[in-house]
C-alpha cells in the first residue's frame, strides 16, 4: 500500500519568513495530493491540493509542488503569520474505481510563527 | 460548518463501557471514513464505508465496529472502553462517483472521547 513520509515534524519559523514542508510517497500511481491545516483541537481542514497532471499549484500566501518523477510534493507558506501556527498533514491517493479512494496521510509537521 | 455532522460532541464514560459515536457524511458523499486521534498523534485510520459496504479496513481494534446505514450516516461503536482509547475520534466524508470530480476529504467536527 501507499507510504507517506513527512518532514519535518516540528518546524519554527519567524513571523514573515518562509515555512517548507516536504513529503514522499511510495506509489507512483498516486494522483492526487491533498494539504490539511490543523488547529488544535480542531477539525484538520483542506487547504490545498494537486493533481498528477500539474506540477505547482499556488492559492495567495500557500502553494504545493509536485515532483512525479522523484515522488515527492512540499508545501510553501510564504509571509507566515502567528494565524499559520498549527498542524499540517500531508496526503496521498490514487483513484481507481467506486469505494477505492483512500488518502494515506503524513505523520503531520506542528509549525509554529513566532511573533 | 463543514457539512459533516457528528455527535456527541464531547463524551465522558467510565472504562469497561460501550459508546457509540455517529456521522452524517456531506450530502452525496457516498463513502464515510472513522479516524482516531490521541494527543499529539497523527491520524490513524480505522475504517471506511461506501454506499453500506465495509472497503478498507485500518488499525481498528476488535473492541471497535462500525456500520453504514442505508441513509448513508455511520456508527462507531467502542466497547469495554480502556483509558487509552480517549482520544479525538473523526468522521470524514468523500465524493466519489457519478462523474463528480474527486476532492479531499472533509472531516466533522470530531467526538472528544474521555475513559476515565
Known amino acids: 500500500g501507499e507510504n507517506v513520509e513527512q518532514h519535518p515534524s516540528t518546524l519554527s519559523v519567524q513571523e514573515g519568513d518562509s515555512a517548507v514542508i516536504k513529503c514522499t510517497y511510495s506509489?507512483?500511481?498516486?494522483?492526487?495530493f491533498p494539504w490539511y491545516k490543523q488547529e488544535l483541537g480542531k477539525r484538520p481542514q483542506l487547504i490545498i491540493d494537486?493533481?498528477?497532471?500539474?506540477g505547482e499549484k499556488k492559492d495567495q500566501r500557500i502553494a504545493v509542488t509536485l515532483n512525479k518523477t522523484a515522488k515527492h510534493f512540499s508545501l510553501h507558506i510564504t509571509e507566515t503569520q502567528p494565524e499559520d501556527s498549527a498542524v499540517y498533514f500531508c496526503?496521498?491517493?490514487?483513484?481507481?474505481?467506486?469505494?477505492?479512494?483512500?488518502?494515506?496521510f503524513g505523520k503531520g509537521t506542528k509549525l509554529s510563527v513566532i511573533p | 460548518d463543514s457539512g459533516v455532522t457528528q455527535t456527541p460532541k464531547h463524551l465522558i464514560t467510565a472504562t469497561g463501557q460501550r459508546v457509540t459515536l455517529r456521522c452524517s457524511p456531506r450530502?452525496?458523499?457516498?463513502?464515510v471514513y472513522w479516524y482516531q486521534q490521541s494527543l499529539d498523534q497523527g491520524l490513524q485510520f480505522l475504517i471506511q464505508y461506501y454506499n453500506g459496504e465495509e472497503r478498507a479496513k485500518g488499525n481498528i481494534l476488535e473492541r471497535f465496529s462500525a456500520q453504514q446505514f442505508p441513509d448513508l450516516h455511520s456508527e462507531l461503536n467502542l466497547s469495554s472502553l480502556e483509558l487509552g482509547d480517549s482520544a479525538l475520534y473523526f468522521c470524514a466524508s468523500s465524493v466519489e462517483g457519478g462523474g463528480r470530480r474527486l476532492d479531499g476529504y472533509t472531516f466533522g467536527s470530531g467526538t472528544r472521547l474521555t475513559v476515565v
Open positions: 496526503a496521498a491517493s490514487r483513484y481507481s474505481g467506486a469505494g477505492s479512494y483512500q488518502l494515506t
Open positions: 494537486i493533481r498528477s497532471n500539474v
Open positions: 506509489d507512483s500511481a498516486s494522483n492526487y
Open positions: 450530502s452525496g458523499d457516498l463513502s
